[in-house]
T-cell receptor
Framework: KQEVTQIPAALSVPEGENLVLNCSFTDSAIYNLQWFRQDPGKGLTSLLLIQSSQREQTSGRLNASLDKSSGRSTLYIAASQPGDSATYLCAVRGAGGGADGLTFGKGTHLIIQP | DTEVTQTPKHLVMGMTNKKSLKCEQHMGHRAMYWYKQKAKKPPELMFVYSYEKLSINESVPSRFSPECPNSSLLNLHLHALQPEDSALYLC????????????????FGPGTRLTVL
């Protein structure tokens, strides 16, 4: 059974810093990996999706990398802002055919101090 | 438009009530999902519909009954729930293609906050 782990569980940094969130998964047979952001009591906002054949994806100040063979992904946030404060979730989709759900990590709770 | 809508936003029900949660998307996605999220926990998959057919049921108790009346709508019928079923229920959708690609992104709705008394 796939297990997804995110480190650290919580992180608090001053505004302007660059930071890295880590995600690892136990079964490397994945179809893709997706990073989400969740604000308290809200739904999930998709940030980036990396296909299993890709190494990284970028969107604005966000860069996500994937090393499928070692079962790791990182989310890099450049020049952090207070509005980046949220819980960041990593999720993987298995390599089985057809529609399949995501397996989530427990998330990193991020606070950016003004 | 990448919007998934869910109604109601909040629902309080007793253990003997019957209620339904509704999810709608107009992105032409052919896969739709129900997830359950308890407080301070990650979302957990409940059901997957692919082309209006139930393809995955993650051993969910029968007091939860999903329904996909058409490609844009997904319902979750609730009956005889327990207080431990109180959670945020999230709906998601994605385009399913053989080749995969960015269209596999799962888009989530804002959720329905369910409280069972």
């Amino acid at each position: 059974k796939q297990e997804v782990t995110q480190i650290p569980a919580a992180l608090s940094v001053p505004e302007g810093e660059n930071l890295v969130l880590n995600c690892s998964f136990t079964d490397s047979a994945i179809y893709n990996l997706q990073w989400f952001r969740q604000d308290p009591g809200k739904g999930l906002t998709s940030l980036l999706l990396i296909q299993s054949s890709q190494r990284e994806q970028t969107s604005g100040r966000l860069n996500a990398s994937l090393d499928k063979s070692s079962g790791r992904s990182t989310l890099y946030i450049a020049a952090s802002q207070p509005g980046d404060s949220a819980t960041y979730l990593c999720a993987v989709r298995g390599a089985g055919g057809g529609a399949d759900g995501l397996t989530f990590g427990k998330g990193t709770h991020l606070i950016i101090q003004p | 438009d990448t919007e998934v809508t869910q109604t109601p936003k909040h629902l309080v029900m007793g253990m003997t009530n019957k209620k339904s949660l509704k999810c709608e998307q107009h992105m032409g996605h052919r896969a739709m999902y129900w997830y359950k999220q308890k407080a301070k926990k990650p979302p957990e998959l409940m059901f997957v519909y692919s082309y209006e057919k139930l393809s995955i049921n993650e051993s969910v108790p029968s007091r939860f009954s999903p329904e996909c009346p058409n490609s844009s709508l997904l319902n979750l019928h609730l009956h005889a729930l327990q207080p431990e079923d109180s959670a945020l229920y999230l709906c998601a959708s994605s385009q399913e293609t053989v080749a995969g690609g960015p269209s596999d992104t799962q888009y989530f709705g804002p959720g329905t906050r369910l409280t069972v008394l």
